[in-house]
């Protein structure tokens, strides 16, 4: 975490964007040394085959994944 005065943030707010988009960190952004805003990276979106794939292949379902369910959910 890394933290930066209102006003040295206006001056190269560009510079601090990218950092934070660079590295990841947080930005804690103060006024009169009291913390104000935090700025962060938006985290990038994972495709389900990378995130499932430590699990591909190692999961069983012995039901017919494709049946309807309304004897187990009944319908409102």
Do not use: C
């Not at 964007?17 to 590295?23: A, G, I, K, N």
Request: overall charge negative; hydrophobic content about 40%; cysteine-free.
């Amino acid at each position: 975490m890394k933290t930066v005065s209102k006003g040295v943030l206006k001056a190269k707010m560009l510079e601090y964007l990218r950092w934070v988009e660079d590295t990841g960190d947080e930005l804690v952004v103060t006024d009169n040394n009291r913390p104000v805003v935090r700025i962060v990276a938006i985290a990038k979106r994972t495709a389900a085959a990378d995130a499932f794939a430590d699990v591909q292949g190692r999961v069983q379902y012995h039901e017919d994944i494709l049946a309807p369910t309304t004897q187990e959910w009944p319908e409102s």
